[in-house]
């Protein structure tokens, strides 16, 4: 891979779910930390904050975080928002690619006008204090993820990766490949085919049968 901005636009341009079909060992976080925005798609390398129903750290968070990066948050069980439309406009103002919070944030309605990828487990009204200045740069846990400073955070409705760029780099060619022949499939049966005939579904199923290894795969 030439350089890390291509990296992150070929990400991009490809869904969670071919990446995870092209590298079935890639790290997931906890579905239950989704897109609030349906249609988002984030990309970007994690700036890692620790906040535990305090919404300090994030404030300043946001002045330290290089442009394009992905404010990734630890609340490590706490229940209050510690992010809302503030840091949202602030966060889009200064280039950041998103926010995910193994957490919860608020403020829906002016979520929605802004438009940042946010992720979180969900919104609640509550916020918290601002009494503590977190921690910043050190690995956290998002999710049931490991997740260091500089990995680098995927994702779209289906939910989202984080892992190192080269472990990601590794499985893009074979994520682009399954989305061109995904389209390719689309195209087929738009024209007519059925999906069987597109697939060596019946020899699978002979070799399994037969007791083979076998691997479905594609025929366009």
Do not use: W
């Not at 779910?17 to 930390?33: E, R």
């Not at 390398?45 to 750290?57: C, G, I, K, R």
């Not at 300043?60 to 840091?87: C, I, K, N, Y």
């Amino acid at each position: 891979m030439s350089s890390m901005n291509e990296l992150i636009e070929r990400l991009r341009a490809v869904q969670v779910s071919s990446l995870c079909d092209a590298d079935k060992t890639l790290p997931v976080v906890d579905p239950q930390v989704r897109a609030m925005l349906p249609g988002s798609t984030v990309v970007g390398p994690a700036f890692t904050v620790v906040a535990h129903d305090d919404h300090l750290p994030l404030l300043v968070a946001l002045r330290a975080a290089e442009p394009g990066s992905v404010l990734v948050v630890a609340t490590d069980g706490h229940r209050r928002a510690v992010s809302g439309e503030l840091f949202a406009t602030e966060a889009h103002r200064r280039g950041l690619a998103g926010i995910v919070i193994d957490g919860y944030c608020r403020d829906m309605r002016g979520l929605r006008t802004i438009g940042l990828p946010v992720y979180a487990r969900g919104a609640t009204p509550m916020s918290g204090s601002t009494r503590d200045p977190g921690t910043f740069g050190k690995p956290v846990l998002i999710g049931g993820v490991e997740v260091a400073a500089g990995d680098l955070v995927v994702g779209d409705d289906d939910g989202l990766v984080i892992a190192p760029p080269d472990r990601l780099a590794a499985a893009l060619p074979g994520a682009e490949e399954i989305e061109r022949a995904e389209r390719a499939l689309l195209d087929g049966m738009a024209g007519g085919r059925s999906l069987h005939e597109m697939t060596t579904v019946d020899e699978h199923l002979r070799a399994l049968a037969a007791g083979e290894n076998s691997v479905l795969g594609f025929t366009v």
